[in-house]
């Protein structure tokens, strides 16, 4: 069987770690091969030795049946292999074309030759159905158009293989639908991809083999037809993985947080939070279902004191926090699992240790009239990491080396060890492999029964469905239903986040 | 070039960075016609042959010390202060002004207090682009740049109106309030040595302290590496940029006063700016923005000023060839990180 990539024995080293020990993979043409493996397994890592942004020490890769020496994404590029990486790196005040030819630009006589370079992207665009204007501002668009983008450009290099790197974490459950399509598209023109994704389901609908690693050791490749999700996720975590939650029905007792009349407007001065009324009680999760862009991130943000509330009140325990400053609204008993891992979450420079006491590092015992006290920060840390299962080689690692879930586990982490009253998760286990997810969805429902008050926020009705007590529905900036999970279905839930009316009356709050 | 990547890059690329130039500035030499070994050999000789040149070293080193105190300090809250240069002239007046008051003070009372209205004048004067920046978010290098010569001018006209003395200049400062000693020059064969350097090794202790052991510069640290992170963290973003600025100040006022108590004892009308507070960018940049290394880096710039002196009488190599060589060294340092930068954001691509 003539493979077109096959990485065979690979071995990578970071400094306390080897990130991949002798893993094989094996890539046939006109294939999705998904690569599946807890956080921290090595799939970034993997992947990045394939597009020659890291020198493996042991190992060959063929490509073509030709042994190749990847030494940087240049020569990646030559040899037709293209990544989408799940950050972005777009010019966001360029044009979509002028992000695609950015390090490659067709010149006329000297001049880039702009107008040829966007009859080109948009007959790219046409013949994989990505419908992406060539001539939008990045800064306009959506993020799943960015990354459409990602994909044109190595479309436009003449990639025919896709590497893509966790795409759907950063997808609405819409954007996701419109990926696959895309993918299977991209087969049918006789490209081959490899996907890494945490979602069963999308490894289940997608691809046709998929190679597992645990801990940096291959465990194998299975043809997807011949397994099911519970097989992938026991070769996966190395046990049986439960899927459903266990958890008794919610005593709430009294209101914890309390909106009224909320209006926070966001950076163009549209009133994009218009009038919201909410209420979460004591010993009660509840999940706020709406699709992306409906004022859930500014609620976030004038709850916890990032962004002024322009009227209306928000208050804790009975008082009044509306507009107070991030430190005293955290200080009030606030808890929150940013959206944003690296942008709010997280000092990637500082190491976990100091990461881990982002909050609390002036109170006792981390310090002491002003002066830090390192042995403790750590020995918090270490405990932490103990505790989540938060894999990096010491507390002393900079967050910055991290994999992509083990960032997002040491924030839950810190977030979660302080036992706020209030704990407003936003999108929590997103990136999070689903030993990970079963883990952090058993801390929120433990902190709910020590009575203190859950806020989920989520794009994944599923996990909304599985977690919440109750479940408020926000459109274009107000709750307009409050439901309970036992009594509604997935297909209601997208109804009333398109806008709908409930059918059965009397049940909106 | 792994080298120069891993956690041994903060020494690693100084290093190579001083040995590159050296030889950038061996062949310049061989072009233009002179002999780089009997030239280097005098330029080693001008700053290790003698007492009186080590002397000569440290006096050089200790306001370079300082002043790459300032920008490093800066620089960790992530700010450029381009504007040492003024701040260490406010602080040199202001150190000469109380040096030159209270006649009969006891040295322990008047030289600290000269110290530290060095310091406060040099806070007040980053105070200014501080605030412009947290407020209004006025870029500090411009302001910076600009209160430079607000300062050199306020600074002269002070010294021409209620200061002068014959020869362009203050009167010297009572010996209450100077650094220099006696004894410090009769060991070092009559070099203006002095005890600044006590002052600024002891600056650089309180840089280190201050940055990596209390909460203050974890809040400074944390600004300067991710403002967002910080204001979620419930730090105050603002409160910490005028702060950093402010202690920059200091750092940068006390360079001042190591000159205006210690190797002159004066003020003299300037004709223009010293230099001393830009060296202290090249410093900071070489010495890897960490107190240690901000003092090697003086070291070497310092020892290399004295050198070019000796290299000049012995080898009649102008000593402009050391501003050559030492420009090649900081072009090396800076391209290093620059390569550093590219491949980190190459590497954060590869990164969910
Ligand atoms: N640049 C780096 N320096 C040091 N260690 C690193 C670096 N990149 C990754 N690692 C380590 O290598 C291991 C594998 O990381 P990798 O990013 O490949 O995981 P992953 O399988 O992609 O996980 P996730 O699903 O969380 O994204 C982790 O333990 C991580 O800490
Ligand atoms: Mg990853």
Redesign the pocket.
């Known amino acids: 069987m003539e493979y077109v990539i096959e990485m065979r024995n690979i071995r990578k080293e ?2 306390g ?1 080897v ?1 991949n020990d002798n893993i094989t993979l094996q890539l046939r043409k006109g294939e999705i091969h998904a690569l599946l ?10 992947m990045n030795v394939l597009f020659g942004l890291y020198q493996p020490e042991k190992g060959e890769i063929h490509v073509r049946g030709n042994k190749v020496n990847i030494t940087d994404p240049n020569v990646a590029n030559e040899l037709g292999i293209g990544m989408v990486h799940q950050h972005f790196m777009l010019v966001e005040k360029f044009t979509v074309t002028e992000n695609i030819i950015l390090g490659n630009e067709p010149t006329a006589k000297g001049q880039v030759d702009v107008k040829k370079a966007a009859k080109d992207v948009a007959a790219i665009s046409k013949q994989y159905g990505l419908s992406v204007d060539p001539n939008a501002k990045i800064e306009d668009i959506s993020v799943g158009m960015q990354q459409r983008v990602e994909i044109l450009k190595t479309l436009y290099r003449g990639a025919d293989i896709l590497i893509f790197d ?1 795409p759907t974490a950063v997808l609405t459950p819409q954007e996701i639908k419109e990926l696959i399509t895309i993918m299977k598209k991209l087969i049918s023109e006789g490209k081959s991809i490899i996907l ?1 994704t ?1 979602k069963l389901k999308e490894i289940m609908e997608v691809s046709d083999r998929c190679t597992v690693i645990r801990r ?1 050791v291959g465990i194998g490749t299975v043809n997807v037809a011949e397994t099911n999700q519970d097989e992938l996720a026991s070769m996966m975590v190395g046990r049986e993985v439960n899927f459903s939650i266990q958890k008794t029905p919610s005593e709430p007792s009294n209101e914890t947080l309390e909106i009224s009349s909320l209006v926070v407007e966001d950076a163009r001065k549209v009133p994009v939070v218009n009038g919201m009324n909410l209420s979460v009680r004591a010993g009660e999760i509840v999940g706020i279902a709406g699709v992306d862009g409906n004022g859930q991130s500014e609620l976030i943000e004038a709850i916890t004191g990032l962004r002024k509330a322009k009227s209306g009140s928000i208050k804790l325990n009975g008082k009044d926090v509306t507009n107070w400053k991030p430190r005293r609204v955290t200080e009030s008993g606030i808890g929150h699992i940013p959206q944003d891992r690296h942008k709010h979450g997280l000092v990637l420079d500082f190491s976990i240790g100091e990461n881990m006491v982002l909050q609390t590092y002036y109170k006792r015992p981390f310090s002491r009239n002003g002066i830090l006290n390192f042995s403790t920060i750590m020995d918090k840390a270490k405990s932490l990491i103990k505790e989540y299962d938060v ?3 010491s507390e002393m ?1 900079p967050a ?7 960032q997002q586990k040491a924030i839950i982490a810190r977030e979660i060890d302080r036992s706020p009253n209030l704990l407003i998760a936003a999108q929590p286990t997103r ?1 999070l ?1 689903v030993g990970a997810i079963e883990f952090i969805h058993s801390k929120l429902v433990e902190e709910r029964d020590k009575g203190k008050a859950v806020l989920l926020i989520s794009f994944e009705l599923e996990e909304i469905m599985n977690v919440s007590d109750r479940i408020a529905v926000i459109y274009e900036g107000k709750i307009v239903a409050i439901v309970k999970p036992e009594e509604t279905t997935e297909q209601e839930l997208g109804l009333l986040m398109a806008g709908a009316k409930r059918k059965k009356a009397g049940e909106t709050t | 070039m792994k080298l120069l990547k891993g956690k041994w890059a903060s020494i690693t690329v100084p290093l190579l960075s001083v040995a590159l130039g050296l030889l950038v500035g061996g062949i310049i030499m061989l072009v233009s016609g002179y002999n780089p070994i009997v030239a280097y050999a005098a330029l080693f000789n001008g700053i290790f042959s003698n007492t009186y040149v080590l002397g000569e070293t440290v006096r050089q080193m200790t306001p370079l010390i300082l002043s790459g105190l300032a920008v490093a300090f800066a620089f960790r809250t992530g700010l450029f202060n381009i504007g040492v240069e003024g701040q260490l002239l406010v602080g040199w007046l202001a150190s000469v002004y109380v040096g030159l008051q209270f006649e009969g003070l006891s040295p322990i009372v008047h030289i600290p207090l000269a110290i530290i209205a060095a310091a406060l004048a040099g806070a007040i004067w980053a105070f200014v682009p501080g605030f412009l920046k947290a407020k209004y978010q006025v870029h500090e290098v411009i302001t910076t740049i600009m209160m430079n010569y607000v300062a050199l001018h306020v600074v002269n006209a002070i010294i021409r109106t209620y200061l002068l003395a014959p020869g362009e200049r203050t009167d010297q400062i009572n010996a209450s309030a100077s650094l220099q000693s006696p004894f410090l020059e009769s060991i070092t064969d009559f070099s203006r040595l002095h005890y600044g350097f006590v002052v600024a090794i002891i600056g650089a202790i309180i840089m280190w302290f201050l940055l990596w052991k209390t909460t203050t510069g974890y809040e400074l640290r944390s600004v300067g590496f991710n403002k967002y992170a910080s204001e979620y963290a419930g730090i105050n973003v603002q409160r910490n940029i005028v702060l950093s600025m402010v202690i920059s100040g200091a750092f940068a006022g006390i360079a001042g006063a190591m000159e205006g108590l210690g190797t002159y004892g004066y003020m003299t009308v300037m004709a223009d700016f010293t230099g001393v507070g830009f060296d202290g960018i090249a410093v900071a940049l070489l010495g890897a923005n960490g107190a240690l290394g901000v003092v090697l880096a003086s070291a070497l710039f310092g020892g290399l000023k004295i050198g070019a002196l000796n290299m000049q009488s012995v080898a009649q190599v102008p000593t402009q060839l050391v501003e050559i060589v030492i420009a090649m060294i900081i072009f090396f340092v800076a391209s290093s990180y620059l390569i550093h930068w590219i491949s980190n954001r190459v ?1 954060k691509r590869g ?2």
């Open positions: 970071f400094p770690i990130a493996g807890e956080n921290g397994a090595g799939k970034s890592t993997l966790e890494i945490h940096g894999r990096t080689p690692t910055r080396a991290l994999s992509g879930g083990n990136g492999d | 590497s990164k969910i």
